[in-house]
């Protein structure tokens, strides 16, 4: 189970509540737990800072961050 403020990483496609198509390996901040972990809203920022997106995923969805994991830039398109 994940924390509030734990970093973790998307193992599924997911879609944002702005319409951003989340890929794994999409990095994000845990900002709220909901039902005792069964699932989380994600923050997933830009490596400018700014918010890009805020989704709700399932336990399942997410993983812990490993010392073996590298960050990785890509630009996204909101769905149609």
Same mark, same amino acid.
């Given at each position: 189970?994940?924390?509030?403020? #734990?970093?973790? %990483?998307?193992?599924?496609?997911?879609?944002? #509540?702005e319409?951003? &198509?989340l890929?794994?390996?999409? !990095?994000?901040? %845990?900002?709220?737990?909901?039902? &005792?972990?069964a699932?989380?809203?994600?923050?997933? %920022?830009a490596? #400018?800072?700014?918010?890009?997106d %805020?989704? $709700? !995923? *399932?336990? *399942?969805q997410? +993983?812990? !961050? $490993?010392? +073996?994991?590298? $960050?990785h830039? +890509?630009?996204? !398109?909101?769905?149609?």
């Amino acid at each position: 189970m994940f924390s509030e403020h #734990d970093t973790v %990483i998307l193992t599924d496609t997911a879609t944002g #509540d702005e319409g951003t &198509n989340l890929l794994p390996g999409d !990095v994000g901040c %845990i900002v709220h737990v909901h039902g &005792n972990g069964a699932a989380y809203v994600v923050e997933f %920022i830009a490596l #400018d800072g700014e918010t890009m997106d %805020i989704a $709700t !995923v *399932q336990a *399942q969805q997410v +993983r812990s !961050v $490993t010392a +073996r994991d590298m $960050t990785h830039a +890509r630009e996204t !398109v909101p769905l149609p």
